[in-house]
């Protein structure tokens, strides 16, 4: 009898193992649509995020964009550079700040800006300097002023994703 309480009290403990993963399991396919509705929308969001934000290859695209935006504005760029920031570890999003150094009167600079922050991809333009020329007696050429520009724009590379499960009726949802 003794034998047989014990083999009964190690079953009930087994039985009591299997209710709570029953219980575990139960909670993860109640939660389950809820994933999945999160997980296609973070997809989404992905891809649209990747049109929006250059990564490490579209930065150099990112700089060939600046020459465009030089040769629609009319300035004239003598300077560009990529500013270092302290940054101690990778994320998904990494800012990248590029310093312009250029030429250009009032509306040209005005331009330039226009086309930085309305472009498809994001930009903006948190700080510049503009240092102005001097015109002597009043002449009618145009004045050209010097301007320090930074462009700064966010490189989205996702590091540590988890693996791309396949969602049945993906498209549906």
């Known amino acids: 009898i ?21 219980t575990s399991a139960q909670t993860l396919v109640k939660g ?43 300035v004239r760029i003598t300077a560009v550079k990529k500013k270092s920031l302290s940054t101690r570890e990778k994320k998904d999003f990494d800012r990248v700040v590029y310093q312009l150094t250029f030429e250009g009167d009032a509306f040209e600079l005005l331009s330039f800006m226009h086309q930085v922050e309305s472009d498809e991809r994001f930009m903006s333009v948190p700080a510049f300097k503009l240092s102005s020329s001097r015109v002597e007696g009043g002449g009618a050429d145009r004045v050209s002023h010097k301007v320090t520009l930074d462009v700064e724009t966010y490189v989205y590379e996702p590091k540590d994703g988890p693996a791309a499960i396949k969602i049945d009726g993906y498209d549906r949802r």
């Open 32 to 74: 389950t649509p809820d994933l999945v509705e999160k997980v296609v929308i973070q997809r989404e969001t992905d891809a649209l995020v990747a049109e929006i934000l250059p990564n490490e290859e579209d930065i150099n695209n990112f700089v060939r964009t600046l020459r465009t935006f030089e040769e629609g504005s009319g």
């Open 2 to 22: 003794y034998f047989e309480m014990e083999h009964i009290n190690k079953i009930e403990t087994e039985v009591e193992g299997v209710r709570g993963q029953i």
